[in-house]
Antibody, heavy 120, light 108 residues
Framework: EVQLLESGGGLVQPGGSLRLSCAASGFPFSTYAMSWVRQAPGKGLEWVSGISTSGGKTYYADSVKGRFTISRDNSKNTLYLQMNSLRAEDTAVYYC?????????????WGQGTLVTVSS | EIVLTQSPGTLSLSPGERATLSCRASQSVSSSYLAWYQQKPGQAPRLLIY???SRATGIPDRFSGSGSGTDFTLTISRLEPEDFAVYYC?????????FGGGTKVEIK
């Protein structure tokens, strides 16, 4: 059974940093591209970032480019999102999501999400 | 980037009725790379449809997708109580991936 378990969310002040993790199990992690998708409270879905199987190719939404860094450790079956220079508008539930093939693709499995709150 | 506009924003229907949800793209979605998701309160989205018309594993056949180019439709033939939720479309034909704003299907 595919499982994606996010962690690392919490309350952080504007300008601060946070690192999210997503532990994957139930599938060969190293053979699938992965993404982070976020959802602000009461709002819709926004794709944040994606990464290829090896980690060699990364993609970002304009809203986070230069502030967020996606990475993965295939030996630990874990996806990461390093978030720096956080802003109030980054407040959201962050989901990790698995794609079927390729980075720019649909998402066949999602984690349950971790809440990031940026506030003073 | 491709902007997806979903309509209506809210659909009020009764169980057993047919639901028709629209997703319109600001430019053509290549190869009909469009997906639909269902999201219930407090839950992660669930994949329903990919490739505009292919049902994901385990999705009941009352859900169907159609369309191409810039106009896509998700149809729920007969609403079951568990179908009342928010539905999102997503295009993956070009980067960045984008989602529509969602359609809420509520009980009338």
């Amino acid at each position: 059974e595919v499982q994606l378990l996010e962690s690392g969310g919490g309350l952080v002040q504007p300008g601060g940093s946070l690192r999210l993790s997503c532990a994957a199990s139930g599938f060969p992690f190293s053979t699938y591209a992965m993404s982070w998708v976020r959802q602000a409270p009461g709002k819709g879905l926004e794709w944040v970032s994606g990464i290829s199987t090896s980690g060699g190719k990364t993609y970002y939404a304009d809203s986070v480019k230069g502030r967020f860094t996606i990475s993965r450790d295939n030996s630990k079956n874990t996806l990461y999102l390093q978030m720096n220079s956080l802003r109030a508008e980054d407040t959201a539930v962050y989901y990790c999501a698995k794609t079927l093939t390729g980075v720019i693709h649909y998402f066949d499995y999602w984690g349950q999400g971790t809440l990031v709150t940026v506030s003073s | 980037e491709i902007v997806l506009t979903q309509s209506p924003g809210t659909l009020s229907l009764s169980p057993g009725e047919r639901a028709t949800l629209s997703c319109r793209a600001s430019q053509s979605v290549s190869s009909s790379y469009l997906a639909w998701y269902q999201q219930k309160p407090g839950q992660a989205p669930r994949l329903l449809i990919y490739g505009a018309s292919s049902r994901a594993t385990g999705i009941p056949d009352r859900f169907s997708g159609s369309g191409s180019g810039t106009d896509f439709t998700l149809t729920i033939s007969r609403l079951e109580p568990e179908d009342f939720a928010v539905y999102y479309c997503q295009q993956y034909g070009s980067s960045p991936i984008t989602f529509g704003g969602g359609t809420k299907v509520e009980i009338k």
